[in-house]
């Protein structure tokens, strides 16, 4: 299986619209592969607060239609990052898309733990509820977004829900960089999973942003990782080593934690 990872740089001076078109291009060239994964609030910076509001779309509004087009005319499965969305009905959310080749929205993703610590994101947007997975024809993803990576409870559901590669958009700062690829080696390590981890280049609102997207098999082996600036990480996997792996070191087993006891109340 091939994955492209587009390390999109957010920079100040280039207007949403056309980063749109830049992106859509981008996602084009990558025919040929199964996966197109982009980053998280790609569109605004993910530390753009103050733009939440202003360039906040519904569901199926203009990110949502160039990205369709894209992942039809290349012929791939996009996981297209994340949106601010506007809910007509409720606050706004960080909203991830998964289009099929054909161009069909197979799934959406609200971010479950918002980041900013009581403002920024925290207060701005309103928090997911539901964990979300999409299958392929040759492994079944689970969805999660930047912040979601510090939260392994989550990813549990995700393999519980039979979650076999880990897809999350992110907008890391470069401060906490050692953190990124750290965290997603851990999950990947204990979920005995593949993760596909897709930054942002550039700086969102004067906070510079870690790129150094990764791919890690589910032995903790890092198979890719990029670079600072925007570049695309494109790597070949065998989704079958999932398996594989589970089967000749078989701890997801032996989990006791978390699991429901027949018997007790809960």
């Given at each position: 299986?091939?994955?492209?990872?587009?390390?999109?740089?957010?920079?100040?001076?280039?207007?949403?619209?056309?980063?749109?078109?830049?992106?859509?291009?981008?996602?084009?060239?990558?025919?040929?592969?199964?996966?197109?994964?982009?980053?998280?609030?790609?569109?605004?910076?993910?530390?753009?607060?103050?733009?939440?509001?202003?360039?906040?779309?519904?569901?199926?509004?203009?990110?949502?239609?160039?990205?369709?087009?894209?992942?039809?005319?290349?012929?791939?499965?996009?996981?297209?990052?994340?949106?601010?969305?506007?809910?007509?009905?409720?606050?706004l959310y960080n909203t991830s898309l998964v289009f099929?080749?054909?161009?069909?929205?197979?799934?959406?993703?609200?971010?479950?733990?918002?980041?900013?610590?009581?403002?920024?994101?925290?207060?701005?947007?309103?928090?997911?509820?539901?964990?979300?997975?999409?299958?392929?024809?040759?492994?079944?993803?689970?969805?999660?977004?930047?912040?979601?990576?510090?939260?392994?409870?989550?990813?549990?559901?995700?393999?519980?829900?039979?979650?076999?590669?880990?897809?999350?958009?992110?907008?890391?700062?470069?401060?906490?960089r050692s953190h990124w690829t750290l965290l997603a080696?851990?999950?990947?390590?204990?979920?005995?999973?593949?993760?596909?981890?897709?930054?942002?280049?550039?700086?969102?609102?004067?906070?510079?942003?870690?790129?150094?997207?990764?791919?890690?098999?589910?032995?903790?082996?890092?198979?890719?990782?990029?670079?600072?600036?925007?570049?695309?990480?494109?790597?070949?996997?065998?989704?079958?080593?999932?398996?594989?792996?589970?089967?000749?070191?078989?701890?997801?087993?032996?989990?006791?934690?978390?699991?429901?006891?027949?018997?007790?109340?809960?």
């Amino acid at each position: 299986m091939r994955a492209s990872l587009i390390q999109i740089a957010v920079e100040e001076g280039e207007s949403v619209e056309n980063r749109r078109v830049r992106v859509g291009a981008l996602v084009r060239e990558q025919a040929g592969a199964d996966l197109v994964v982009l980053p998280e609030l790609w569109t605004t910076g993910a530390f753009a607060y103050e733009q939440f509001g202003t360039e906040a779309e519904p569901l199926e509004g203009p990110t949502y239609e160039a990205m369709a087009k894209a992942a039809s005319d290349a012929g791939v499965w996009l996981h297209a990052g994340s949106i601010p969305e506007r809910d007509p009905e409720g606050p706004l959310y960080n909203t991830s898309l998964v289009f099929s080749p054909s161009g069909e929205l197979a799934a959406a993703y609200r971010k479950i733990h918002r980041f900013g610590f009581d403002k920024g994101e925290a207060v701005l947007m309103g928090a997911g509820a539901e964990l979300v997975t999409v299958r392929l024809p040759e492994t079944t993803l689970g969805l999660a977004t930047c912040y979601d990576l510090r939260f392994p409870e989550l990813f549990r559901g995700l393999v519980d829900a039979g979650a076999e590669t880990l897809v999350l958009p992110a907008g890391w700062p470069e401060r906490r960089r050692s953190h990124w690829t750290l965290l997603a080696q851990a999950r990947a390590v204990e979920n005995q999973s593949f993760v596909l981890a897709c930054g942002t280049a550039g700086t969102h609102a004067g906070v510079p942003q870690a790129g150094h997207s990764i791919v890690v098999d589910p032995w903790g082996e890092v198979l890719a990782e990029a670079g600072a600036g925007e570049e695309i990480l494109t790597v070949d996997f065998d989704p079958a080593k999932v398996a594989v792996t589970r089967e000749q070191f078989p701890a997801l087993k032996d989990r006791v934690l978390g699991l429901e006891r027949p018997g007790r109340a809960s």
